[in-house]
């Protein structure tokens, strides 16, 4: 678990197809770390390849100093991937300090896709103060913890100082800057056991992890070092490499189509679900816990076996609402990537919507004009709308950010979903839409000009990333029947 949420995350993130671009490999640049994030006491470093289903897909390089006041951490992840027939690379660049109990402290997280993403976070007692960087311009928001937590990278320090027996387990409080959710892990001391480790055979101590309903194994040697990590449900894999090994370069025709792997396939398969009403599956070999499934519009029938049924909006049933809609307040707040009240925000949402006062035909006029703006391309970022507007391109999660900064500019309720989309009715893809408050919330996708959007829409996470990683456990698991539908 010391790195491997951080790439469960950016897994989730390109299956919804969202990718972090860089042109140029730069493993360790000392010109970008910031002369705070500089430690002059006793460090070690430390190189690892990524794995999914045996097949190499990127490096890690992660850098921690000690000194008197704790600890500071340097990361660096690249992957090389094919998504829609195009092989892209992801870069992220994460530093943070901790306290001398290991808790974090403060972390930057830099990325960049053509343009340059950057998140800062500061920790205070209980209060994480997030601020975001676009367009040269500063987002900040305010985040409420329960517990000052711990962070990925120092998870092997935490299961030294703890002293763990074996057969003993714990719970920390965690926070994975990548996706900036918190909650609890569990960590649990195994015995020795001996593990394959690229053919050759190692021992190592078992410490088993679990964070956010997602389980990963560490192998640690007698220094707590690495051996091997393994999110068995992915089939991911961290394995310490040398340097050389690590950077050794990834031919496009080796490279991982990831958005195909992790797709989940119908058999038999449905009909195109646009020319559905209603449709109604069976959700296997995973639990409702963490997840979304009921709102407005998808019922969630039965608990075991999970049935879920989903029911197109009627429009013309709708009340009639004019413009601000004065409710669901929450809904209208900006935040770290929802810059609503931006003043390039709150442009051209007017640009688009004109001098519509009806909130059912202003919601029409963003859906077609987010579709229209933004070129389809797969594109590799944690996006934030201004951004978004900016590069004019993207995928779901960049038309879904867009959308929802825009509808909130004009004085709608809006919210992010993310779950899967059937796509003419062969495969389940992860994906990222939105819901409107129009006395229902109803689903909308910008990403394929549908308002509303149509049955083959299954929600399961609500919310901005850090609520999106719960739809993480279910990666790799889930199966998906159709039981029953209405053209």
């Known amino acids: 678990m010391k790195k491997i949420f951080g790439y469960l995350v950016v897994a989730a993130i390109l299956i919804v197809t969202v990718v972090l671009l860089l042109q140029i490999r730069k493993p360790v640049n000392a010109e970008f770390v910031p002369e705070a994030h500089k430690s002059t006491g006793e460090s070690r470093e430390e190189w690892a390849g990524i794995f999914i289903q045996g097949e190499r897909i990127g490096y890690s390089f992660t850098k921690i100093s000690r000194d008197d006041v704790g600890l500071t951490v340097e990361n660096i992840t690249r992957m090389t991937i094919v998504m829609m027939n195009q092989t892209r690379s992801l870069t992220t660049h994460v530093f943070a300090h901790t306290d001398k109990d290991y808790t974090l402290k403060d972390y930057s997280l830099e990325l960049r896709n053509g343009g340059h993403q950057r998140v800062e976070g500061k920790i205070t007692g209980q209060q994480l103060d997030l601020t975001s960087y676009s367009q040269g311009r500063e987002y900040k928001q305010t985040l409420t913890l329960k517990e000052k937590p711990y962070f990925p990278d120092a998870i ?187 003043p390039l925000i709150i442009n051209k949402a007017k640009e688009l919507i004109g001098d519509e006062t009806d909130a059912t035909a202003a919601v029409l006029k963003l859906t077609s004009g987010v579709y229209n703006l933004l070129e389809k391309n797969p594109t590799a970022s944690l996006p934030s709308a201004l951004d978004v507007l900016q590069m004019k391109k993207g995928d779901c999660n960049e038309h879904a950010i867009l959308f929802t900064a825009l509808a909130r500019a004009a004085g709608i309720p809006t919210k992010i979903y993310v779950g899967l989309v059937n796509l003419n009715g062969y495969a389940y893809y992860y994906h990222a839409w939105c819901a409107v408050w129009l006395g229902k919330w109803v689903p909308v996708d910008p990403t394929f000009n549908q308002f509303p959007a149509d049955v083959g829409h299954l929600k399961l996470k609500e919310g901005e990333i850090a609520e999106q990683a719960g739809v993480l456990k279910v990666v790799g698991k889930l199966k998906i029947k159709t039981l029953e539908y209405t053209e």
């Open 156 to 342: 092997e320090e935490v299961i030294k100082s703890k002293n763990l027996k074996v057969d003993e387990e714990i719970a920390i409080p965690y926070f994975d800057p990548t996706t900036q959710s918190s909650s609890t892990a569990r960590i649990k001391m195994l015995g020795q056991e001996q593990v394959d480790v690229l053919g050759e055979t190692k021992t190592g101590t078992r410490v088993e992890l679990s964070f956010m309903g997602i389980s990963s194994i560490l192998w640690l040697d007698a220094d707590y070092q690495l051996i091997k990590e393994s999110s068995p449900a992915m089939g991911l894999e961290i394995i310490p490499l040398s340097k050389d090994q690590a950077l050794a370069e990834i031919s496009p025709d080796k490279a991982f189509d990831l958005i195909t792997f992790f797709s989940v396939k119908l058999d038999p398969p449905t009909p195109d679900p646009t020319t559905l009403s209603y449709l109604k599956v069976e959700m296997q070999d995973i639990t409702t816990e963490d997840l979304d499934l009921q709102d407005d519009y998808q019922e969630l029938l039965s608990e075991s076996p999970i049935v879920v049924a989903s029911t197109l909006p009627q429009i013309a049933t709708l009340p009639d609402l004019t413009l601000p809609i004065e409710h669901k307040e929450s809904f209208l707040e900006p935040s770290a990537y929802i810059q609503c009240t931006d």
